[in-house]
């Protein structure tokens, strides 16, 4: 009931409790006699359909049909249904942005403590887990040599034994690509390059692939490249977004110059 409940109630909705044994919804049975209980009246943001929250909180409530339509609805499109409350002043925007600076702080504050019981936590466990990891290796590479010195007569033509229950093994990788001695990695492309078309198109692979970096540099620059890369099909885009920044010394001290961003 709490998952429900608190969210809901906090917009000031009255939510009837509904028994898991409950055969359907607004009815729940007690003794077998039927008590009838009310669904609760939605504020009118929340009427269309579509609405996140009747979407999040109510998804037993609604038909089939309708929570399907809703489950196909774009996550945009769902909270831009969802009405946010206006600033009626400049006041109201003065009060709104001291607060959320103060939140930031806080969230900044909180995060930091966070980090560093997690990096406590985790310094601990890893001083032992570096001590076993040390030791395993050291055992591995002691059966390791057993296992060499005396695969013939343990192994014979098998792969693996197993020794208490557990396995001993040799497993051959994918294989890698080297050089015989004295060759070198560039003579061996040269000399392959200069070879057939064929047997280049079947050795060799060249990979081409848009410069971004160097397009948007471009595009910024030189009105003839930009011309030129619409004419072709590309242009750049650039998105916009909004964004807080407290002007406090505390919270960029903690934050990094870190934002709060809405896109």
């Given at each position: 009931?709490?998952?429900?409940?608190?969210?809901?109630?906090?917009?000031?909705w009255?939510?009837?409790?509904?028994?898991?044994?409950?055969?359907?919804p607004?009815r729940?049975?007690?003794?077998?006699h039927?008590i009838?209980t009310?669904?609760?009246?939605?504020?009118?943001?929340?009427?269309?359909?579509?609405?996140?929250?009747i979407?999040?909180?109510?998804?037993?409530?609604?038909?089939?049909?309708?929570?399907?339509t809703?489950?196909?609805?774009?996550?945009?499109?769902?909270?831009q249904?969802?009405?946010?409350?206006?600033?009626?002043?400049?006041?109201?925007?003065?009060?709104?942005?001291?607060?959320t600076?103060?939140?930031?702080?806080?969230?900044?504050?909180?995060?930091?403590?966070r980090?560093?019981?997690?990096s406590?936590?985790?310094?601990?466990f890893?001083?032992?887990?570096?001590?076993?990891?040390?030791e395993?290796?050291?055992?591995v590479?002691?059966?390791?040599?057993?296992?060499?010195?005396?695969?013939?007569?343990?192994?014979?033509?098998?792969?693996?034994?197993?020794?208490?229950?557990?396995?001993?093994?040799?497993?051959?990788?994918?294989?890698k690509?080297?050089?015989?001695p004295?060759?070198?990695?560039?003579d061996?492309?040269?000399?392959?390059?200069?070879?057939?078309?064929?047997?280049?198109?079947?050795?060799?692979k060249?990979?081409?692939?848009?410069?971004?970096?160097?397009?948007?540099?471009?595009?910024?620059?030189?009105?003839?490249?930009?011309?030129?890369?619409?004419?072709?099909?590309?242009?750049?885009?650039?998105?916009?977004?909004?964004?807080?920044?407290?002007?406090?010394?505390?919270?960029?001290?903690?934050?990094?110059?870190?934002?709060?961003?809405?896109?």
């Amino acid at each position: 009931m709490s998952a429900i409940a608190s969210p809901a109630r906090a917009m000031g909705w009255r939510i009837p409790h509904r028994p898991s044994n409950s055969s359907e919804p607004g009815r729940s049975t007690t003794g077998g006699h039927p008590i009838a209980t009310t669904f609760p009246a939605l504020p009118p943001s929340l009427e269309e359909p579509g609405s996140a929250a009747i979407l999040h909180y109510f998804p037993c409530y609604l038909k089939p049909e309708i929570h399907q339509t809703f489950m196909n609805i774009r996550p945009d499109r769902i909270r831009q249904k969802v009405r946010i409350a206006p600033v009626k002043n400049r006041d109201e925007l003065t009060a709104l942005v001291i607060a959320t600076a103060d939140l930031t702080i806080e969230r900044d504050v909180t995060a930091a403590r966070r980090d560093q019981a997690l990096s406590e936590i985790q310094d601990g466990f890893n001083v032992q887990i570096e001590t076993l990891d040390k030791e395993i290796a050291e055992n591995v590479k002691r059966m390791r040599a057993w296992a060499l010195a005396h695969r013939g007569n343990e192994f014979g033509e098998r792969q693996s034994i197993t020794v208490a229950g557990h396995d001993l093994e040799f497993r051959k990788g994918s294989g890698k690509v080297a050089y015989l001695p004295g060759v070198k990695a560039g003579d061996a492309l040269d000399a392959l390059l200069a070879s057939e078309d064929a047997t280049i198109d079947r050795f060799a692979k060249v990979s081409v692939a848009l410069d971004k970096n160097a397009i948007l540099r471009a595009y910024r620059d030189s009105s003839e490249a930009r011309s030129f890369l619409q004419a072709i099909g590309i242009t750049v885009v650039v998105e916009e977004d909004f964004r807080f920044r407290p002007n406090r010394p505390e919270a960029e001290a903690m934050s990094g110059g870190k934002e709060s961003s809405a896109a």
